[in-house]
C-alpha cells in the first residue's frame, strides 16, 4: 500500500486554550477514524522559507506550509476521500496537498 504526504496549507490558530483543546480533539478523532492507515501523524509547522536560484524569500510564499501527516491508503482517490475529512478542510478555513511518496530504489 502506497504512502502519501498530506501538506497542510493555510488554516487559522487556536485563539483561546478552549479553541485549542477542540481543535486538539477533531484532530485525534480524525487520526483515530483513520486508523493503522496513520504512519506519522506528523506536526504543524512553524514561518517557513523557500529557497531558490534567486535567493531565500521568508514566509513561504503564497500558500505556506502549516504542517504534514503521511498516510498510507490503495490509492490516490483514498487518500482524498480520507483528506477530505481533515479538520483543517472542515473546520479551519485551510486545505491539504496530497502526494504520493515515490519509493526509490
Not at 11 to 37: C, D, H, L, R, Y
Not at 78 to 85: M, R
Amino acid at each position: 500500500m502506497p504512502n502519501y504526504l498530506l501538506a497542510y496549507q493555510g488554516g487559522t490558530a487556536p485563539q483561546s486554550p478552549e479553541e485549542g483543546a477542540k481543535a486538539m480533539a477533531a484532530w485525534n478523532a480524525w487520526f483515530e477514524s483513520i486508523g493503522a492507515n496513520v504512519v506519522d501523524g506528523g506536526n504543524p509547522v512553524g514561518v517557513s522559507s523557500t529557497v531558490s536560484g534567486d535567493g531565500v524569500t521568508d514566509n513561504g510564499g503564497a500558500n505556506p506550509v502549516s504542517g504534514y501527516s503521511i498516510i498510507s491508503a490503495d490509492d490516490m482517490a483514498g487518500v482524498i476521500e480520507i483528506s477530505q475529512a481533515c479538520p483543517i478542510v472542515t473546520a479551519h478555513g485551510g486545505s491539504v496537498e496530497v502526494a504520493e511518496i515515490m519509493p526509490i530504489g
